[in-house]
């Protein structure tokens, strides 16, 4: 339990100050600025960056580009259509890898923020037990009407202390979908592209339909591992 919690007190001897019991631990817990759950623009954008790079890849793989026209494209020109798309995805590909990398730094930043609100939610809903226990093994000592009072005060911190153990599993499961939306990022932009941009300018000096099919490998290893990253859990 956090430190900076206040500790419980003996309970008040009336019914106003039992109602008001560990007032100044919900008072500590109204302070300080933890970042809304559920709003993740940074892994937001990390995703979307993502998707643009496998489009742009997929439309610049030179077996994927044939598939896609086919002899009656070829026939109407389109084959030269997808070329003139196909020199335009470098550049493309380099602005989107430095999105990638900006949104990937936003998402790292966001780890900490996510820690330190996982942990805040664990230790206030430990704060809230502690204060719990300490109440209902003060009851004994008040009359029955005044235990009555104090109960549903308790109840009333236990509901709390369910709801901050809740929030500290949603901040746990963000904040580990995040790190593997990075360890995708990283494995796409610094394992799987180089190898795809090596393997098409390898196909000049080598076998073409060898390095096409090594194009196509890795294109479906990169498909997947965006496919995998857009599948987080909202």
């Given at each position: 339990m956090s430190g900076r919690w206040p500790t419980p007190v003996p309970v008040a001897?009336?019914?106003?100050?039992?109602?008001?019991?560990?007032?100044?631990?919900?008072?500590?817990?109204?302070?300080?600025?933890?970042?809304?759950l559920g709003q993740d623009a940074a892994a937001a954008q990390l995703q979307s960056v993502?998707?643009?790079?496998?489009?742009?890849?997929?439309?610049?793989?030179?077996?994927?580009?044939?598939?896609?026209?086919?002899?009656?494209?070829?026939?109407?020109?389109?084959?030269?259509?997808?070329?003139?798309?196909?020199?335009d995805g470098p550049s493309r590909l380099g602005a989107l890898l430095v999105q990638a990398d900006t949104a990937a730094q936003r998402v790292s930043?966001?780890?900490?923020?996510?820690?330190?609100?996982?942990?805040?939610?664990?230790?206030?809903?430990?704060?809230?037990?502690?204060?719990?226990?300490?109440?209902?093994?003060?009851?004994?000592?008040?009359s029955p009407q005044l235990q009555d009072v104090l109960a549903q005060r308790l109840d009333h911190l236990r509901r709390l202390a369910a709801v901050q153990q809740v929030e500290a599993g949603q901040w746990q499961l963000l904040r580990e979908q995040n790190a593997a939306l990075l360890a995708r990022s990283q494995r796409i932009t610094e394992t799987l592209l180089p190898a795809w941009r090596q393997t098409l300018l390898a196909r000049r000096a080598g076998d073409q339909q060898e390095r096409d099919q090594q194009a196509a490998q890795l294109l479906a290893q990169i498909s997947a591992e965006v496919a995998s990253a857009q599948a987080r859990l909202d």
């Open positions: 001897a009336d019914a106003l100050g039992l109602s008001r019991y560990a007032a100044s631990l919900l008072d500590a817990l109204g302070q300080g600025s933890v970042p809304p993502l998707a643009q790079l496998a489009t742009v890849v997929q439309a610049a793989n030179p077996a994927a580009a044939r598939r896609r026209v086919g002899w009656w494209g070829r026939l109407l020109g389109r084959d030269v259509e997808q070329e003139l798309e196909a020199q930043a966001q780890l900490a923020l996510q820690e330190a609100a996982q942990h805040r939610a664990h230790a206030a809903a430990e704060a809230l037990s502690a204060w719990v226990d300490a109440g209902q093994a003060q009851r004994s000592t008040l």
